[in-house]
């Protein structure tokens, strides 16, 4: 059935849009002094608000060397303990980063962060590489969005990939995240797990989602910021792509995509890695 261009991105992109003046109040209100309200964090790796709440505690109670405090006793063990602690504490990643690795240890998020983040994974050169990518399959198969074959119709490809990519990721890690109180960023589950667990972790991150205190819940900011970007395009699409058929496909087209990057991130490194050993040998 074809839904008319007015129908498919106000009832999307809109109620996008009226989010911003709530998005713009947090960020202002937002505190660094202000304390964080941390729950119980799930399974998933690296709860931010529980690793600092015990890194905080356990630093209040004890003395460098990991005792109670004796007065000053034992200051050579305790040199060498914090030294030893030190070389095995993970690296702190700064809260604007949305590739948290298995090694690393990641903030809390104001609403400030969620919005640099979204700006920031916009215009990156992994999120620019895959515009040439998905506008040249769609030119190659003469796809959607249906511009034609000549040099002006990839172009056009083009420029309609970077729309479709850089709005989604506005919507879903800037806003969207920042309304619904989620953590925008993918944790990376490493070489402590199984190959098959990590892989099916990776592809349901665009369906499954944490909150800022780490507990599980369906990915809304995700799902509904893609749906956001995916109706915009009925704004620039060509004519014959502004339907509903075409509203759902961009909209599926566009999560699977994400899983596929969820992919790389959680194995790209391994695989460079890989074969930068091989290619020594």
């Given at each position: 059935?074809?839904?008319p261009?007015s129908?498919?991105?106000c009832?999307?992109?809109?109620?996008?849009?009226?989010?911003?003046?709530?998005?713009?109040v947090?960020?202002a209100q937002?505190?660094?002094?202000e304390?964080?309200?941390i729950?119980?964090?799930?399974?998933?790796p690296?709860?931010?608000?529980?690793l600092?709440a015990?890194?905080?505690?356990f630093s209040?109670?004890?003395?460098?060397?990991?005792?109670p405090?004796?007065?000053?006793?034992g200051?050579?063990?305790?040199t060498?303990s914090?030294?030893?602690?030190?070389?095995?504490k993970k690296?702190?990643?700064?809260?604007?980063?949305?590739?948290?690795g298995?090694s690393?240890q990641?903030?809390?998020?104001?609403?400030r962060d969620k919005?640099?983040l979204g700006?920031r994974?916009s215009v990156?050169p992994?999120?620019?590489?895959g515009w040439p990518?998905?506008a040249?399959?769609?030119?190659?198969?003469?796809?959607?969005?249906?511009?034609?074959?000549?040099s002006?119709a990839?172009?056009?490809?083009?420029?309609?990939?970077?729309a479709?990519?850089?709005?989604?990721?506005?919507?879903s890690?800037?806003?969207?995240?920042t309304?619904?109180?989620?953590?925008?960023r993918y944790?990376?589950?490493g070489?402590?797990?199984?190959?098959?667990?990590?892989?099916?972790?990776?592809?349901?991150?665009?369906v499954?989602?944490?909150t800022?205190?780490?507990?599980?819940?369906?990915?809304?900011?995700f799902?509904?910021?893609t749906?956001?970007?995916?109706?915009?395009t009925q704004t620039?699409?060509?004519?014959?792509?502004?339907?509903?058929?075409?509203?759902?496909?961009?909209w599926?087209t566009?999560?699977?995509?994400?899983?596929f990057g969820?992919l790389?991130s959680?194995f790209g490194?391994?695989?460079i890695q890989?074969?930068?050993?091989?290619k020594g040998?």
């Amino acid at each position: 059935m074809t839904l008319p261009l007015s129908h498919l991105s106000c009832s999307l992109a809109l109620p996008l849009i009226c989010l911003c003046p709530l998005v713009a109040v947090q960020s202002a209100q937002a505190r660094p002094s202000e304390p964080v309200k941390i729950e119980t964090p799930s399974s998933l790796p690296d709860s931010p608000g529980a690793l600092l709440a015990a890194a905080e505690g356990f630093s209040s109670s004890m003395d460098d060397s990991g005792m109670p405090d004796s007065g000053g006793q034992g200051a050579t063990t305790s040199t060498n303990s914090t030294n030893s602690t030190n070389s095995t504490k993970k690296r702190m990643v700064l809260p604007r980063i949305k590739l948290v690795g298995s090694s690393q240890q990641a903030p809390p998020q104001r609403a400030r962060d969620k919005i640099e983040l979204g700006l920031r994974e916009s215009v990156t050169p992994y999120a620019m590489l895959g515009w040439p990518l998905s506008a040249g399959w769609s030119h190659l198969i003469n796809g959607s969005p249906n511009y034609g074959v000549n040099s002006e119709a990839f172009a056009q490809r083009l420029g309609a990939a970077a729309a479709l990519n850089s709005s989604k990721e506005i919507f879903s890690d800037g806003i969207l995240a920042t309304a619904f109180h989620q953590d925008p960023r993918y944790y990376q589950r490493g070489r402590s797990h199984k190959l098959i667990n990590r892989a099916v972790y990776a592809v349901t991150r665009p369906v499954i989602g944490r909150t800022d205190s780490g507990r599980t819940i369906p990915n809304y900011a995700f799902i509904l910021g893609t749906g956001g970007a995916a109706a915009l395009t009925q704004t620039y699409y060509p004519e014959r792509n502004v339907t509903g058929t075409q509203f759902a496909r961009t909209w599926i087209t566009s999560l699977g995509g994400s899983a596929f990057g969820s992919l790389v991130s959680e194995f790209g490194g391994e695989a460079i890695q890989w074969l930068r050993i091989s290619k020594g040998e």
